[in-house]
């Protein structure tokens, strides 16, 4: 388990776990990392009894995976008192366009209370809005632990354990109740909340012991202790300012990463396109090849015809089947019966014939119009579906060759 030392790493904490590569890598998504650390930073910089680490999840089937883990308690306002209350929030790698998972952690003084509205007896938060609600791009953490700390307040889910009376006075023992009372217990079996111990902070990297000052007249040992100071503090300006403009280059190079993925995005599309268009227009040649061959076949084969000139203009179109045949057939008759209509007609205008004689000749000619239209256009039909066929067999044909 790692974590980062102090407030002013966890920028650079974050930036480190999240482009992590290899076994050790976070299973987080590329496109979201950012917005993950996002909304770490803002979060501990409203909470900042919270603290992001890295830890191992298991989950109910025995798989363990490396996932960010934010440790630390949540303020909650009790009758006019505010109370900390310990949770772990664990960034589940579906985060952040599915909720997080929230425990409530109790220390070994505290016990959950059942039932509870928002926390199973195992310590698992559930039924909170919030997270029953969660959306994403627009939920994060900060309205969670805001969420969180409205609703503990409601119905706080933990209280400490039952004490003795009259316990014995220990001097060298730290309060570690959090919680407020709850009414099952009298006023004498639990603990009121406590002022927070003095602060404590880390041992120097020159020294090991208490805090307390080495008392020395020593002019020496002053000046080597302040040259020490002196180089300590100049080393962390340097630090700061390095790491500073650190952040500032790793902004910019996840901002150019966002944009080069955009671009790659767009490339794929364009080049998908192009291989699209250049399938269709192999296709379009394919057909032209085939007719270019079917209209050289039959050059080849009526050439030596129109140098004799014997060619017929009856013989000059023959039908390569009987469908071709019957749908001759059927264009001529249909186009005759047309001239004999528009005869007719300039025969009634000219006064040459009865026009009741006229009416039933049209109506007979129509009739039989109409036979020859509806045959022709099932042979046409028929025709279409030979055709595709035909081209489909061709078209195999010249992809093999």
């Known amino acids: 388990m790692s974590s980062p030392q102090s407030e002013q790493q966890l920028a650079t904490f974050l930036s480190g776990v999240l482009s992590q590569r290899g076994p050790s890598a976070l299973p987080y998504a590329e496109d979201i990392k950012w917005l993950i650390r996002q909304h770490l930073v803002a979060l501990i910089s409203s909470y900042p009894s919270l603290e992001p680490k890295t830890a191992t999840f298991t989950h109910n089937d025995g798989r363990a995976v490396n996932l960010l883990q934010i440790d630390g308690t949540v303020p909650m306002p009790f009758q006019g008192v505010t109370y900390n209350i310990p949770v772990v929030i664990w960034l589940m790698d579906v985060y952040p366009r599915h909720a997080p998972c929230v425990y409530v952690n109790p220390t070994r003084d505290m016990i959950i209370k059942r039932p509870h509205p928002f926390v199973d007896p195992s310590g698992l938060v559930v039924n909170v809005p919030y997270l029953k609600e969660w959306v994403f791009p627009s939920s994060n953490l900060v309205d969670l632990a805001r969420h969180l700390s409205q609703h503990f307040a409601q119905d706080p889910p933990l209280y400490s354990s039952p004490r003795p009376r009259n316990p014995t006075p220990n001097p060298n023992a730290n309060p570690t109740s959090h919680l407020p009372p709850t009414s099952g217990y009298s006023s004498g079996s639990y603990a009121r909340p406590v002022i927070p111990p003095t602060r404590q902070y880390p041992p120097s990297p020159y020294g090991s012991g208490s805090f307390s000052r080495v008392q020395t007249d020593d ?58 268009e250049k399938e ?40 390569v089947d009987a469908l071709s045949k019957q749908m001759l057939d059927c264009t001529a008759s249909d186009l005759a019966i047309e001239d004999v209509v528009y005869s007719l007609d300039k025969a009634v205008q000219d006064g040459a014939g009865p026009f009741d004689q006229y009416l039933r000749t049209v109506r007979l000619l129509s009739r039989e119009q109409f036979f020859h239209r509806a045959t022709a256009a099932k042979v046409r039909a028929v025709q279409m579906q030979s055709q595709v066929a035909n081209m489909a067999a061709r078209l195999t044909h010249y992809v093999a060759s």
């Open 219 to 276: 002019p020496t040992e002053v000046y080597r202790r302040n040259a020490i100071n002196k180089l300590v503090e100049m080393v962390h300006g340097d630090m700061a300012g390095l790491r500073k403009a650190r952040e500032a280059e790793m902004d910019g190079l996840f901002n150019a990463q966002v944009a080069l993925r955009q671009r790659s995005e767009q490339l794929g599309r364009g080049l998908k396109e192009m291989l699209d």
């Open 280 to 319: 269709g227009l192999e296709q379009q040649l394919q057909m032209v090849l085939m007719n270019s061959d079917v209209l050289e076949g039959w050059l080849r084969e009526n050439e030596g015809k129109s140098k004799d000139g014997g060619v017929d203009v009856d013989d000059a179109f023959e039908c």
